[in-house]
């Protein structure tokens, strides 16, 4: 299938590429303080809790690479402007499923901070065609309180199938 060679070829490439970028948004929102007093969050909150761990990485990551995983679903854990995302991630898992390229093959291996959103998690890819797992790395966003991928992130995966990209 083209997918075996495209995914193994890409994995080896997107970790190159992705090593060299840590992408992230400035969209923090400052403004979002509530001015109810029956919540109150503290703008200083436990520090760890904002950190991006790596069962949380592992938990977003093989969602939007499960095909079991629905498009709308998909697009919730991508920082996107690109209304098409999710459907083009949800493409993804099901081709790169049938490649043997299941959600267990992706586990996160460790995770730097990049800045007070941001986020690389490195992550071993299981090659069902290789004899060993490949690193690659994908950046990771903290929008609105929540961890999720960057496009940049998305990017590398949907070009490890040739599809179309997101921007």
Not at 108 to 116: L, P
């Amino acid at each position: 299938m083209r997918i075996r060679s495209a995914v193994a070829a890409a994995v080896l490439a997107a970790g190159v590429a992705l090593s060299a970028a840590a992408c992230g948004s400035s969209s923090d929102s400052a403004s979002a303080t509530s001015t109810m007093a029956s919540f109150e969050a503290p703008a200083s909150a436990d520090p760890a809790a904002e950190t991006l761990d790596v069962p949380t990485a592992q938990q977003i990551l093989r969602s939007v690479i499960d095909p079991a995983s629905t498009a709308a679903h998909d697009a919730t854990q991508v920082d996107s402007t690109d209304p098409a995302i999710g459907q083009k991630l949800h493409g993804f898992a099901v081709g790169a499923g049938q490649g043997g390229y299941t959600p267990d093959k992706w586990t996160v291996k460790s995770i730097a901070a990049t800045g007070a959103t941001t986020a690389t998690a490195t992550v071993a890819v299981a090659s069902p065609h290789a004899p060993a797992p490949v690193d690659v790395t994908y950046t990771f966003v903290r929008v609105g309180g929540t961890w999720k991928l960057t496009q940049h992130a998305a990017d590398a995966l949907l070009a490890m199938s040739g599809g179309p990209h997101g921007h």
